[in-house]
């Protein structure tokens, strides 16, 4: 029997809606918010602009805003964003939202919980071994691989050890695309 894979499966990771975030509520000091909709608010001062991006908290529904651009001048802005920003552009909001330096700067974390889907082709793992799995993340979902390794295939963690050979740490959370290979049991 060859060492190589006989069956390649692609798995996808996508986003089944926007993330909550784990940021405190200066009123409740509740710890969880929603971008909802996804609103931007945009005030001239000027010829600068400023950029929010305005959050609603889940206990008490107070509105807050994080900031996107602050005293920008308005000629820097590239006029389709712009545009966006204007019109609430739903893909501008993700993207701003999944920002690192957003979230760095305004002090929230995402809370991936139920925001998530893997769609994996099925699995026939009684057949031709060994079977090659590569993964592609749409959005930077952090997950543990162990764990949507043992989703995906059905199986207990500990076979997922036993069974799965794969390219980074099992056990350390990933928003990146990886593979691995899951060998016959026994």
Not at 33 to 48: C, M, P, Q, Y
Not at 67 to 75: C, I, L, S
Request: net charge positive.
């Amino acid at each position: 029997m060859s060492s190589q894979p006989h069956t390649v499966l692609p798995w996808v990771v996508r986003r089944t809606r926007l993330p909550l975030l784990s940021l405190r509520c200066v009123d409740c000091r509740s710890g969880s918010a929603t971008v909802g909709e996804g609103r931007f608010r945009v005030n001239a001062n000027g010829k600068l602009l400023d950029v929010w991006l305005l959050v609603r908290c889940l206990s008490c529904d107070r509105t807050a805003k994080l900031t996107v651009h602050e005293r920008v001048p308005a000629g820097s802005f590239d006029p389709a964003e712009l545009h966006g920003y204007r019109v609430n552009d739903p893909d501008l909001v993700a993207s701003r939202l999944l920002d690192p330096l957003l979230a760095r700067r305004n002090r929230f974390t995402l809370d991936w919980t139920g925001a998530w889907r893997l769609d994996a082709p099925s699995a026939r793992l009684d057949e031709a071994w060994p079977v090659k799995v590569e993964v592609v993340f749409e959005d930077p979902v952090p997950v543990r691989p162990e764990r949507l390794i043992a989703s995906g295939l059905g199986l207990s963690r500990n076979e997922v050890r036993r069974r799965v050979k794969c390219d980074i740490p099992l056990r350390r959370r990933t928003s990146a695309g990886f593979a691995f290979t899951v060998m016959a049991a026994g």
